[in-house]
């Protein structure tokens, strides 16, 4: 198992989804994901099904996306086909903590799990 090869291929997963998000690419974004998926955040948690995706992505503000910029993106190779993917970024001024869980399934990477949750400054 290369690791560095799996944390690149990853970061640039993640990167990937995030365009295909703010290009309304949601084709692209579908592919990407694994089904069901689990989805976290401040309205809660959602275990979803492809159809339930396609809705929340075509009744969301993409443009609330831009300017995604990925800070101190942290990688753990579970195993050859998984890895957990923690990161920090701005969305609509504040500052967010995403985790995203990606597996390989029959080959490709896909997410299985995203978490974005607003970072509490104590």
Partial sequence: MNAAKI???????EKQYWQALIDKDFNAAISMTHFP???TGPQGAKVINEAQYRQMLNSSDTN???GI???????EVVNE???????STQMKGEDML???TWVR???NWVCAFHSENPQKVH
């Fill in 37 to 39: 998926c689990t989805v």
């Fill in 7 to 13: 944390e690149k291929e990853i970061l640039d997963l």
């Fill in 98 to 100: 995403d985790v995203s």
């Fill in 69 to 75: 910029d990925i800070r101190n993106p942290q990688v």
């Fill in 64 to 66: 609330s996306y831009n």
């Fill in 105 to 107: 399934e029959n080959g």
């Fill in 81 to 87: 086909d998984t890895a957990i993917l923690t990161y």
